[in-house]
């Protein structure tokens, strides 16, 4: 388990995009994201590589984002730093203490 991440570590202004699905007219639904609350956090690399998207190589960067504890932070979100977006793969609680959430996110390539 790694350690917590300390208040001088946290920050990165983070915007939380909450996904909003609405009908589409043919059964399925169309998914657009929403910016939510700001959320200070810090980030740490994981690692990186590649992954196959469409039969074709595509780099796919990892990272830890230490944030608040907070409802509503669940896998399928994103999150925007700038003009990074990165899609939450993961969210947990480390310690169950609902002080600090722990989400593993994989960067959006534009």
């Known amino acids: 388990m790694s350690r917590a991440a300390t208040i001088g570590e946290r ?8 996904p909003v699905e609405t009908p589409d007219g043919f059964g399925g639904v169309l998914r657009t994201f929403q910016p939510g609350p700001l959320l200070w956090g810090a980030m740490r690399l994981v690692g990186d590589g590649e992954r196959r998207s469409a039969d074709r190589p595509a780099e796919s960067v990892t990272h830890r984002v230490t944030l608040p504890w907070r409802d509503g932070i669940a896998d399928g979100s994103q999150l925007t730093l700038g003009l990074r977006r990165f899609r939450i793969r993961s969210a947990s609680d480390p310690d169950g203490s609902r002080r600090e959430m722990v989400c593993l996110v994989e960067e ?3």
Request: proline share 9%.
């Open 108 to 110: 959006l390539r534009p």
């Open 11 to 18: 920050g990165r202004r983070f915007t939380l995009q909450l």
